[in-house]
């Protein structure tokens, strides 16, 4: 068995890698289960038991997705500069325990008065904002680090990093796929609470994962200046403890954001406004070549928004589509609407071995990045291409088959595996030494900005509701056809564009791979 003192090199413990990557996988697998089983839940909740609109349940979807990839950018910080990979898990573990236990506290449902107001119960409502605020704030500092961690297990030239990196996030579709069909189930049939709780659950359990199997982490997540982390600065608090108290006391802020997507709006705008004006200072000081591919990254990272805009569709209107117009009859049994969700990620674990094979044959003529990125954009625009025609070959008046439903995820999953995988690696290969780590939150601020316009797309097919539930199946299926063929007509025409001009953007990347 591998211990604290068995060197990197000679821990082949958990199938030829190190012990620490089990420990690793299993945390991981029970943080994206308590994650997307959540998050499968969210617009439901919101609508059907808050009574929000789709319109408000849309943006507060938005704005808690864009928060839980903005903020992983200050917690990445923290925990490189001060914290350390492990303490910053530990600490972001225990926010997520808390966030979504606070979930499974439902309170009263909201209901409509005589007058036609919808009456709210107050305090399960700023219980649960804040409730999500914990979890933002959780996955903030669990996120960036742990993924930090798999990588501080292996020595620089060590071949098994890239399989490491492949069995962890087998892990986090692992995690996904179970929590979808679960948290789903025990949400719709025994009530939102109990899915919440499970979702919860799988949190408790990868946090005591994580503490238990800490000591196989062969010191890699430590802090890199111990002293100066215990050093008292304000009074007798140390450096430690005092970003546990400024973290847990920016909560305030986090609900109020969530519930106000105003604000997030303009933070998204105001930062991808200033995070441009420092790269193009980089840019025009520095040499032509280090200009270009960091140009050549900044392209890509604008039409990864337009991708990631797209394919989040799935948390909002294809959740809502799903639920609301899909025929879901199975031989007699009625599946629930947030198991389709679980295609994405068994559509991963099947596919991620074919297509990386695909590369693989395809040797000098495997597509480069920009190319890559293009066919992404078009795949998932086919996905909702595929929705549209099945809506336009479905009788008026009918429920859709499920089948479209199916071929949409599976277009959208082939896009996924063509951009996913190279996007990071690419801000590592084109961006300056000099600001790596910057270019890095840039690439994450964006997936942020991409999820709060995933909202406003999704409220092109926003609906009135009675009571959380659609009266009318026939103008709903109108309002979604006129959303996915926006999103197919964007889809294909950018992706396009992108595969059009691709020449130009590979010239700009020097050679780069």
Same mark, same amino acid.
């Given at each position: ?12 413990? +958990? ?17 994206? &289960? ?18 929000? /609109?789709?319109?408000? =349940?849309? +943006? ?8 839980? $990839? ?24 225990? !926010? ?32 649960? +904002?804040?409730? @999500? ?17 798999? =990588? %501080?297990? $292996? ?8 399989? =490491? &990196?492949?069995?962890?996030? !087998?892990?986090?579709?692992?995690? /996904?796929?179970?929590? #979808? ?21 799988? !949190? ?5 994962? +994580? ?20 050093? *008292? ?37 105001? /930062? ?5 004006? !420092?790269?193009?200072?980089?840019? &025009? ?12 990254? #900044? ?16 948390? #909002? /209107? ?46 000098? $003529? ?41 071929? %949409? ?22 961006? *300056? ?40 199946? %026939? ?8 959303? &996915? ?10 992706? =396009?564009? @992108?595969?059009?001009?691709? *020449? ?10």
């Amino acid at each position: 068995m591998a211990t604290e003192n068995t060197s990197l090199s000679q821990d082949k413990a +958990f199938f030829g890698h190190p012990k620490g990557l089990s420990i690793l996988f299993l945390t991981e697998m029970w943080e994206r &289960f308590s994650f997307y089983g959540m998050k499968a839940l969210l617009i439901f909740y919101l609508t059907k038991y808050h009574l929000f /609109s789709d319109e408000g =349940g849309n +943006f507060i979807v938005g704005s808690y997705a864009a928060l839980v $990839y903005a903020l992983p950018v200050i917690g990445g910080y923290l925990a490189d500069r001060y914290l350390g990979f492990r303490k910053a898990v530990i600490f972001g573990g225990v !926010m997520l325990v808390l966030g979504h236990l606070g979930l499974a506290f439902e309170g009263n449902k909201a209901y409509v008065d005589a007058a036609g107001n919808i009456v709210r119960d107050g305090f399960a409502l700023q219980s649960f +904002f804040f409730s @999500l605020s914990l979890i933002i704030l959780g996955v903030g500092f669990l996120k960036a680090n742990i993924s930090s961690i798999v =990588g %501080a297990l $292996y020595e620089e030239n060590d071949q098994r990093r890239d399989s =490491g &990196f492949t069995i962890f996030y !087998m892990g986090i579709n692992l995690g /996904s796929f179970m929590a #979808t069909l679960l948290c789903g189930w025990l949400g719709e049939n025994y009530g939102w609470g109990y899915g919440f709780g499970a979702a919860g659950v799988g !949190m408790v359990l990868g946090l005591i994962t +994580f503490i238990y199997g800490q000591k196989f982490l062969h010191g890699k997540a430590e802090p890199k200046d111990v002293a100066a982390l215990s050093k *008292p600065v304000v009074g007798p608090l140390n450096t430690e403890w005092l970003i546990y108290i400024l973290a847990v006391g920016s909560l305030l802020i986090i609900s109020q954001m969530v519930q106000n997507h105003t604000i997030v709006d303009w933070t998204l705008r105001i /930062s991808g406004l200033l995070s441009l004006i !420092m790269i193009l200072y980089f840019g &025009f000081t520095s040499e032509k070549i280090v200009r270009d591919k960091l140009f050549a990254l #900044t392209i890509l990272i604008i039409f990864s928004v337009v991708f990631w805009a797209l394919f989040e569709q799935a948390y #909002t /209107s294809l959740n809502l589509y799903a639920e609301r117009v899909t025929n879901r009859n199975f031989f007699g049994w009625e599946i629930p609407g947030p198991w389709f969700l679980s295609l994405n990620a068994l559509f991963i674990i099947l596919f991620a071995p074919v297509v990386a094979s695909v590369w693989v044959r395809l040797g000098k $003529y495997d597509p480069n990045v920009v190319v890559k990125f293009g066919i992404a954009i078009v795949l998932v625009g086919l996905g909702f291409g595929a929705l549209v025609f099945g809506i336009q070959t479905t009788g008026e008046g009918a429920k859709i088959a499920m089948i479209w439903l199916v071929l %949409a995820y599976f277009f959208h999953t082939l896009g996924e595996l063509c951009l996913s995988p190279v996007g990071l690696s690419s801000v590592t290969k084109l961006a *300056p030494q000099k600001i790596v780590g910057f270019m890095m939150g840039v690439w994450f601020l964006a997936t942020a900005a991409s999820e709060f316009i995933a909202a406003i797309l999704a409220n092109i097919a926003q609906l009135e509701t009675n009571n959380g539930e659609v009266a009318d199946v %026939a103008l709903a299926v109108e309002a979604y056809k006129n959303l &996915f063929s926006t999103l197919f007509y964007a889809g294909i025409i950018i992706g =396009g564009f @992108l595969l059009l001009i691709s *020449p130009f953007i590979k010239k700009l990347m020097h050679g780069v791979k």
